[in-house]
């Protein structure tokens, strides 16, 4: 069965890097486009960043644009976001999702806290 597991969430000062990793099983991972989504607390899912299947093709919401980096290992069935220049507004849940396109997602993982806070 389709599993994704997200780890690496932590307390971070505010400026601080962190890099959060997600472990995908079950299906072919390269075949698909992968997503982060993130939930801050009290707000809505929030779309932050997507990576094509080859991992050639990225794509950010302005507010982490040069500030986070997604990629993936298709070898390893990794995908991973490396955040840096964090500040308290970045704290949140986040998940990695399988994307389907036209911001549709079929699996989620169980998602991993990021908190930013000095």
């Known amino acids: 069965q389709v599993q994704l597991a997200e780890s690496g969430g932590d307390l971070v000062q505010p400026g601080g890097s962190l890099r959060v990793s997600c472990a995908a099983s079950?299906?072919?991972?390269?075949?698909?486009?992968m997503s982060w989504v993130r939930q801050a607390p009290g707000k809505g899912l929030e779309w932050v960043s997507g990576?094509?299947?080859?991992?050639?093709?990225?794509y950010y919401v302005a507010s982490v644009k040069g500030r986070f980096t997604i990629s993936r290992d298709n070898a390893k069935n990794m995908l991973y976001l490396e955040m840096n220049s964090l500040n308290p507004e970045d704290t949140a849940l986040y998940y990695c999702?399988?994307?389907?396109?036209?911001?549709?997602?079929?699996?989620w993982g169980q998602g991993t806290q990021v908190t930013v806070s000095s």
């Open positions: 079950g299906f072919t991972f390269s075949s698909y486009y």
């Open positions: 990576i094509n299947t080859g991992g050639g093709s990225t």
């Open positions: 999702a399988r994307d389907l396109g036209a911001g549709a997602y079929d699996y």
